[in-house]
Nanobody, 125 residues
Framework: QVQLVESGGGLVQPGGSLTLSCAPS????????IGWFRQTPGKERERVSC????????YYTDSVKGRFTISRDNANNMVYLQLNSLKPEDTALYYC??????????????????WGQGTQVTVSS
């Protein structure tokens, strides 16, 4: 069974950090680009970052550049999103997704093949 499982979310104060993990099962990361997306109630899901499986090229949305870092560990079949200098506006349900195309930013939201259930990130004092 193909699935993605996110973990690492939680409650953190503004300026704090979290590391989100994405663990695929049922398939290997070697041939998939991985993206991180987030969504808040009443808003569209937003692509936050992604990393290609070919050359590990990355994409970041403007609001997280310099604060978030995506990485992949193919040997352990894991992808991570390091969230630093968190702001209240980063509060959202964060999802990871997988797609067999590269570079990772060419796939439209509805085209990503597999999705996880999400992990909640709440930034509040």
């Amino acid at each position: 069974q193909v699935q993605l499982v996110e973990s690492g979310g939680g409650l953190v104060q503004p300026g704090g950090s979290l590391t989100l993990s994405c663990a695929p099962s049922g398939f290997s990361l070697d041939s998939y680009s991985i993206g991180w997306f987030r969504q808040t109630p009443g808003k569209e899901r937003e692509r936050v970052s992604c990393i290609s499986f070919t050359d590990r090229s990355t994409y970041y949305t403007d609001s997280v550049k310099g604060r978030f870092t995506i990485s992949r560990d193919n040997a352990n079949n894991m992808v991570y999103l390091q969230l630093n200098s968190l702001k209240p506006e980063d509060t959202a349900l964060y999802y990871c997704a997988a797609d067999p195309r590269a570079p990772c930013w060419i796939a439209e939201l509805v085209e990503w093949s597999y999705w996880g259930q999400g992990t909640q990130v709440t930034v509040s004092s």
